[in-house]
């Protein structure tokens, strides 16, 4: 710019130097003179003032050109500038609307504050905030949209409240969720119970119920209004996971669910994360629609149970018509039948289209056929008069009835122009009558009764008493009779019982039996007192009281319960002595740390028995299962572990099969089985291991008993099963009989043996109580727990076993022992 300038100045020097020479030249042309110095000078000195102010006109021009170039110059510079900034301004622009255009609205703009740069910030702020309501639209639509398949697909509260929580722990990202309902306790008093919950891993400090006010979740129930946590007590609750470790959430929702005013559940929602303001937002719009949705489950309910109780209420007047006591019979004037209620499908048993155009007197005894026919002679001659009859009627299941029929004759009347016949059934009626007959005949029988029999009546009056009462007080009944038994001289002890009778037997409409010990003029005798009410058209009229003398049979009850005492003492006995010889898991552990003992007998004593015997180095451990349970299998038990006992006394210990075999030569000698005559059966099976810790060896053989063994390889543990030889210790003779097979294994440290008696897999139970254990239910459950402690496993399997069996009875003894090397 500033050579720019100086050039102009210049153009305007030289400028006002062509102007001087220009006008100089004029000058001398005019005075016909030629230009030069002299001539110059000679002009100034003529006219000084003009012509020294023309010789300024080259300063002026040069001064004036500068400025104007410098002037003019600055402006185009200005003006480039201008021109560069809003070329970069409106590339700016593109930049800025193109990144809008593809979705970047977080970008800046930094432009000035001029109307451009203003529009283009409030335009990416509205697209922003346009984009974002469309997202958080999106994001609500597809999570109501959610919700209504949740809703649509359950209709059972509890299931509803799971995956509703499930929906909405994932749809906002959080890790944790419970779901309450509003509900009556016993004292008919609110509280809110936990119907469902959903964690991460799982759910600690969360309790089931509250009350309202109580706690957080109580807190947001009473003020009917969310509750947003982030800052959560340490004693809350944290979620524990391998990823995560022990955590405790970072924000915590707690918002009720409200329909029309009222209150029905709160939803609780944790996270790590906070929850934003369209999380709240949605979690409280969805909580509206839960509480109406519970509201309608309720309705639906209520509705169903309405519908139901209109649908048993046609049902019941439904059954009333037709289990009505009496059936309506209208005959035309020819006495054909035109008309039956239904009622006499249960009476007769034919259903009214079955009697429709039968005669009057069809399926009627032949006894009762001219009753019939009198009475619609008496109908047709009198019509004003009603006729009632008392025939024997042939059901349809050829069983005979008693109908009482009064028939009226409407043929006059124009609405029914018939005969109509009212019948019912006075079978029972017919009964009670001839019971009344028979009470007559068998009050006469309770005359001459040993036992003490009276009436009374429930305000106490006595109104019938039997001779037998003499032989106990020494008074004749007349004394008693139309007398409250509380004026008379019973003893206290009855009289205070009979008004306890009466008061019970009026509440509860129930007999009674009881012993009481009754007073007498011959020592106290022992009764046994039967209280039966009497009722005179289902209203309680007297009471029957027989009052019959037990004390002999008292006698011999006491004298066979001391003998059952002393049976049960010396099981007692049997049982001490038992448990002072047979191994204990303690026992066990002494030998193998690593080991468990599950024994349960079936009775106070156990045919099944555990053994060690333990010499050097060597360890025997049996489970032994003898014949029968209780006390017969106790008395086995004891042959056997005397028996074990005496075969290992030898210098040289024999093997598991050989010792297996003097075992069964023993028993058979001490049974007298070993003549081929003897008839008896008893015997015992047997699973026995020799363990020497030392050499790692085992020693197994078995009498029916199987061996699991979970021998190592690269994989973990292999299980094998060590099959027992098919025949008992003791017993019968087997013609084909060998001697018991001895099984050796070379053990590793950590492998384990499991061995036991039949008990465990025969025992019924499952969900229908009629299933067995089974063997295949060990052998899984052993593969499954091998890698816990043996302590562990023995609670696992006492568990397992009593899970299984239930409330049904135990089936045998159980027996089962565990051991790792």
Known sequence: MRIKTIISALIGFVSGILFLLTIWSITANNDKTGLNIDFIIGLHYSSPLFWFAMDTVPVFLTLACGALGFYYNHRLLLLNKTLQEQSASMNKVGAFVEKIGQGEFNIEYQNGNDSISTAL?????????????????????????????????????????????????????????????????????????????????????????????????????????????TEIPDSYFSITSGILGDKKPNSLLIVPCISNDNLYGVIEIASLNIFNAL???????????????????????????????????????????????????????NEIVRYESPSAKNIIGYTPEETMGNTSYQRVHPKGIESVKEM??????????????????????????????????????????????????????????????????????SENSHDLILRIGIDENIFYINPTVESLTGKKPAEYLQKPFSSV????????????????????????????????????????????????????????????????????????????????????????????????????????????????PKDVVSGDFPWMFVKDDEIYVATVDCTGHGVPGALMSFIGHFTLNQVLTSEKLPNAGATLDLL????????????????????MDIALCRINLKKKELHYSGAHRPLYYLKQDNNGFEFNEVKADRYPIGGFHYKNREKFKDHVITFKKGESIFFFTDGLPDQFGGPDGKTKFMSNRVQEFVKKNNSLHMNKIGTLIHHEFEQWKGNHKQMDDVLLIGIRF
């Open 121 to 229: 910030i409030k335009m990416r702020d509205n697209l922003r905030k346009t984009t974002q309501d469309e997202h958080d639209r999106q994001w609500k639509m597809e999570g109501m949209t959610g919700l209504g398949e949740v809703l649509r697909s359950y209709t059972d509260l509890t299931e509803l409240g799971y995956h509703l929580v499930v929906f909405l722990v994932k749809k906002c990202n959080a890790i944790q969720g419970a779901f309450y309902t509003i509900e009556e306790d016993d004292s008919k008093l609110a509280i809110i119970r936990m119907k469902a919950s959903y964690a991460y891993n799982r759910k600690k400090y969360l309790a089931p119920e509250f009350k309202i006010g109580e706690g957080l979740v109580g807190q947001a129930a009473i003020e009917r209004d969310f509750i947003y946590r």
């Open 664 to 683: 069964h030569q023993n028993v058979q000698q001490t049974l007298r089985q070993d003549t081929g005559d003897s008839k008896s059966r008893d015997g």
């Open 279 to 333: 999380e709240i937002e949605f979690i409280k719009e969805v909580c509206k629609v839960i509480g109406q949705t519970i509201f309608n489950l309720g309705v639906n309910e209520r509705t169903s149970k309405l519908l139901d109780e209109v649908n048993k209420s046609h049902k019941k007047l439904h059954a009333l018509l037709e289990n009505a006591s009496e059936i309506i019979t209208i005959y035309d004037e």
């Open 376 to 445: 619609f002679r008496k109908l047709k001659e009198d019509p004003r008069f009603t006729v009632t009859i008392q025939i024997s009627y042939i059901r349809k299941d050829n069983s005979k009835i008693w109908l009482e029929a009064t028939g009226k004759n409407m043929l006059h009347d124009p609405a029914i122009r018939g005969i109509i016949v009212n019948s019912r059934d006075i079978t029972e009626k017919r009964k009670a009558e001839k019971e009344q007959r028979l009470r007559g005949q068998m009050q006469s029988l």
């Open 489 to 600: 001289d019973f003893p206290n002890s009855i009289i205070e019982e009979w008004k306890k009778d009466i008061e019970v037997i009026t509440k509860e409409n129930r007999p009674i039996t009881k012993e009481l010990v009754f007073p007498t003029i011959n020592g106290e005798k022992i009764m046994q007192i039967n209280i039966i009410p009497e009722y005179n058209e289902k209203k309680l009229e007297t009471l029957l009281i027989v009052s019959h003398d037990i004390t002999e049979q008292k006698k011999n009850e006491n004298r066979i319960n001391e003998q059952n005492k002393k049976i049960t003492e010396s099981i007692n006995y049997a049982q001490r002595i038992q448990n002072s010889i047979i191994p204990t898991e303690a026992t066990l552990r002494q030998h193998f740390p690593d080991s468990f003992m599950f024994y349960k």
